[in-house]
């Protein structure tokens, strides 16, 4: 039971993560990085795959062989995503704050707007298998 309840938690917090990361995030390092369309169309594309994954192991009982699959590559795919970030993106979004590119009121705009959807977002992004199988 404590492990279903984990896993349940996992994919709230993970597709929040996501989605405020799609929607706040993204669009921010488009419009003040250099080769930002190419690093968020990467990291997009790495998020489309995580969310795959979550709604994927959403659907498993954790008693159930796939289950330790579908978590391993969830795991793989969380891992490599957050590399590409700390190594390419972070420090590249951080230049544009200090260089000017993205003056400290919009930072503040931006880190404003990422609360305000950490409380407001929608999640998870598909339908919970739990709930149905109650």
Excluded: Y
Excluded at 84 to 102: I, K, T, Y
């Amino acid at each position: 039971m404590l492990r279903k309840i984990m896993t349940e938690e996992l994919i709230i917090e993970e597709a929040k993560h996501e989605e405020i990361e799609l929607t706040c995030v993204w669009p921010a390092v488009r419009g003040h990085v250099p080769g930002g369309d190419q690093l968020a169309d990467r990291a997009i594309c790495a998020e489309l795959e995580i969310v795959a994954l979550l709604a994927e192991l959403d659907q498993l009982d954790v008693c159930q062989p796939e289950f330790e699959r579908v978590l391993g590559a969830f795991t793989q795919a969380a891992r490599e995503h957050f590399d590409f970030e700390e190594r390419l993106v972070w420090p590249r979004l951080h230049a544009a704050f200090n260089s000017g590119a993205l003056s400290a009121k919009a930072a503040g705009q931006l880190g404003l707007k990422i609360l305000q959807a950490r409380q407001a977002v929608p999640v998870p992004p598909f339908p919970r298998a739990s709930a149905s199988s109650s």
